[in-house]
């Protein structure tokens, strides 16, 4: 997982072979059985330490059934969104202000106000996806240009939002509150660094 993508190897090449070597250690080097390594992928890990269970605890396909409703969803509201023509001035606007400040604030911007109203930041990302979509289309930005804006910006600062997911959960499996956020300094470092290195990269559409 952190190798094959420096080598550019495809996203579900990379996830397959990460399965598929994690599958061999845990049947090899932990010993465990064919079917529990299958029942792990399907509805999860189980961690026995009391320290760290809360943290290790998780994942399976079925913990991914919300994850998918609520891109569902999401989408289904962009979509209506667009197909209404609601959005139409708000795509107006974030294009002006675009040309005053530059693609990436706006869209940061943008991010940070949907994880906000949302509280979640898969919708969040997938509204900042279909709203920005069209300005960054008129304004000549790519796909690839749009998803790196949002993976530099929404991604990250929904974990800055509260009352978000993105942040309450984590702060809660840790026993500290809000006060903790300002130490994230990841967080918006990632940002703020990008945001004076973007011209140094290449997008191509």
């Not at 994690?22 to 090899?28: D, F, P």
């Not at 080097?29 to 026995?48: D, H, K, N, V």
């Not at 994850?67 to 969803?73: E, N």
Request: charged share 10%; hydrophobic share 45%.
């Amino acid at each position: 997982m952190l190798i094959l993508p420096l080598l550019k190897v495809d996203v579900k090449v990379a996830m397959g072979l990460s399965i598929l070597s994690s599958g061999v250690a845990c049947i090899l080097l932990q010993g465990i059985s064919i079917l529990e390594f299958l029942r792990i992928c399907i509805m999860g890990y189980s961690a026995t330490s009391s320290t760290f269970g809360s943290m290790l605890s998780g994942g399976g396909l079925v913990s991914m059934l919300e994850i998918c409703g609520i891109v569902t969803i999401s989408c289904t509201y962009s979509d209506i969104f667009e197909g209404t023509g609601m959005i139409r001035e708000l795509q107006s606007r974030l294009e002006e202000m675009m040309l005053k400040v530059g693609r990436f604030p706006v869209t940061a911007l943008a991010g940070l106000l949907f994880c906000a109203i949302f509280c979640n930041q898969t919708i969040a990302t997938t509204m900042s996806a279909s709203i920005l979509n069209k300005p960054y289309e008129n304004q000549s930005g790519t796909a690839q240009e749009l998803a790196i804006d949002i993976g530099n910006s929404t991604i990250v600062l929904s974990g800055l939002v509260p009352w978000a997911i993105a942040s309450t959960v984590p702060l809660s499996f840790m026993g500290v509150g809000p006060e903790a956020l300002p130490y994230a300094i990841f967080l918006y470092a990632v940002p703020i660094c990008y945001l004076f290195t973007k011209k140094r990269t290449t997008f191509h559409s």
